[in-house]
């Protein structure tokens, strides 16, 4: 499961469609984090209640309210012992302050319901670099001509000291700080005009580590359905739900755009 809820930014978020003339917004606005934890934990519980014995919960949010969300409601909920990552996705965009430090990275909690899960890190593996900002260590070449860098670490009871080799054709698995993947950008193709749309990239490496093939992915705030469109071009399947007609819409034209035969099961509670 993935939910990207209203972060309790307390804005109002809009975006005009410009081929249709449609105004595409949600609202973030609460009367205090009091009525904002009240909103979303009922949400959680069925989420977790739906999810299954092996399946894992991400999280979004960001500096506004994600002590609380931790504290209040995910480990709660799963219990603190179920805590998998605290993942900061980090971009560079938007506007500078002059008295704070940018506050430029979103958090992603990862909670799992059991004590078993999917992690596919060689899916999701990034290059190693040759600098000395993947790792430590001497940068070596191996007698066939491979790089790899020598990381010494504690000794082992015979007073040895371990080491390990990282090969640096054989990538890395990413740390829980994200670095590499921007936040769309006003010129990106991917961009719907959905405010508060997240990167492909994001999702792809959030369902690529997390599911396998024909797995279930949920998104219960779907949005211009970011989530759905990559569970379903890596052949995962999907549940996608929002409050909103005009995201199902969204998300629906995406989907079509990808699969031109796609049937879509719609329920409406409204
Ligand atoms: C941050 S946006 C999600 C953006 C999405 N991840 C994307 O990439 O496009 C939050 C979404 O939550 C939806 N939402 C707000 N309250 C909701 C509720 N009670 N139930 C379902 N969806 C809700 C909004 O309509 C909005 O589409």
Request: glycine share 8%; aromatic share 12%; net charge neutral.
């Amino acid at each position: 499961m993935y939910i990207d809820p209203p972060f309790f930014s307390n804005r109002n978020y809009q975006a005009q469609c410009t081929e249709t003339g449609t105004v595409r917004s949600f609202s973030d606005n609460w009367g205090g984090m009091q009525s904002y934890i009240e909103w979303l934990k009922p949400r959680v519980e069925q989420l977790y209640r739906v999810l299954k014995p092996n399946g894992t919960l991400f999280l979004h949010c960001d500096w506004h309210a994600d002590a609380y969300i931790r504290v209040l409601i995910l480990d709660p909920i799963f219990g603190s012992a179920n805590f998998i990552n605290h993942i900061a996705w980090c971009y560079s965009t938007g506007g500078k302050s002059k008295t704070t430090f940018g506050k430029k990275h979103d958090t992603l909690f990862w909670y799992a319901k059991g004590n078993t899960w999917t992690f596919n890190a060689d899916k999701v593996k990034i290059e190693m670099r040759s600098g000395n900002k993947s790792f430590g260590g001497r940068l070596c070449t191996d007698d066939e001509g491979r790089q790899y860098r020598l990381v010494y670490g504690s000794k082992n009871k015979q007073g040895e000291t371990r080491y390990y080799k990282y090969y640096l054709d054989e990538g890395k698995t990413p740390e829980d700080w994200w670095t590499d993947i921007n936040s769309l950008q006003a010129s990106s193709t991917e961009r719907l005009q959905y405010p508060t749309q997240k990167p492909e990239s994001l999702l792809e490496r959030i369902i690529l580590a997390a599911t396998n093939p024909n797995d279930v992915v949920l998104d219960p705030c779907v949005g211009s359905g970011t989530s759905v469109a990559v569970a379903n071009s890596l052949g995962r399947q999907w549940i996608g739900i929002d409050q909103s007609v005009d995201a199902i819409a969204v998300t629906e034209k995406r989907l079509q755009q990808q699969d031109e035969n796609i049937v879509f099961e719609r329920i409406n509670w409204l």
